[in-house]
């Protein structure tokens, strides 16, 4: 059991979940809510990314064996796929139950934040619209913050581009170390199809629109925070720049996460400009 356990953890994505799940989190913060409301969102969120993880798992786990992916353990035979894919449903079906205190629009939207996720391990990521699973998850997690409140309201609008765009970005970024494998394995999705040296335009067009969305879109004059927020960014695409000549490694999704919490703590301390 102790083995099982270890193993559905590590199919899980538990870096990613983590990330996202403390993301949700600081952001119900920012718009106010309680700290037992902040705990539920942030135990929903981590639920329902351990499911899009152990789901990708079990239904990539031939392609992974194929490339021998000995860092999956379905692939390495660690634990099996049924008890994989029994795990990813029932973390998903928990992850909106555990959602409703927050809200029937607070659990409608994160509803469509998880299908979107699972739709991209269920086929999209073989398709010219790969990317788009990425815009609707990360574009709607302000909107699923800002709709736990007690009196729900939607986002603002340029919280939903930032969003949007940083999904784009991790996206791009998340493919291009297994491109290769993919392509191995008849895997093309959008990243696959315009290239690596695209990819990596468009990783960088998408993070300099971000920045912009974080700096511009609040009302009001910039606030120091904003400005340093910004030479961060601009420092961290210096470093992607760097990784991108380079052969590619996870490093690449890392520095996206990073520039991504810079922009989780600009909206954190936007308070109630997230608001529409």
Do not use: C
Not at 79 to 85: A, E, I, K, L
């Amino acid at each position: 059991m102790p083995r099982t356990v270890v193993a559905l953890a590590l199919s899980s994505h538990p870096g990613p979940s983590v990330v996202v799940s403390a993301v949700a989190a600081v952001l119900g913060i920012a718009v106010g809510l309680d700290p037992p409301h902040v705990a539920i969102l942030g135990i929903a969120f981590l639920l329902g990314q351990l499911s899009v993880g152990l789901s990708n798992d079990w239904i990539d786990a031939e392609r992974d064996r194929a490339v021998g992916r000995t860092d999956k353990p379905v692939a390495a035979g660690h634990v099996s796929v049924g008890t994989v894919r029994a795990a990813s449903f029932i973390t998903a079906v928990a992850a909106i139950l555990i959602t409703l205190p927050l809200g029937w629009f607070a659990t409608l939207a994160h509803t469509i934040f998880i299908l979107s996720a699972w739709s991209y391990n269920l086929g999209l990521k073989n398709t010219p619209v790969s990317v788009l699973p990425y815009i609707v998850s990360f574009g709607l997690l302000p909107m699923i913050a800002t709709l736990a409140r007690p009196v729900p309201a939607a986002a603002a609008a340029w919280a939903l581009a930032l969003g949007a765009l940083l999904g784009v970005a991790a996206h791009f970024a998340n493919v291009l170390p297994d491109l290769d494998d993919d392509e191995r394995t008849g895997i093309a999705g959008l990243p696959h199809r315009i290239g690596r040296t695209a990819s990596g335009v468009v990783i960088w067009a998408s993070l300099a629109a971000g920045a912009v969305a974080a700096f511009f879109g609040p009302a009001g004059e910039p606030s120091a925070l904003q400005w340093i927020g910004l030479g961060i960014t601009l420092l961290l695409a210096v470093a992607i720049a760097v990784v991108l000549r380079r052969p590619p490694t996870r490093l690449l999704f890392q520095l996206i996460i990073a520039a991504a919490l810079v922009n989780v703590v600009l909206l954190s301390v936007s308070g109630a400009r997230l608001l529409a």
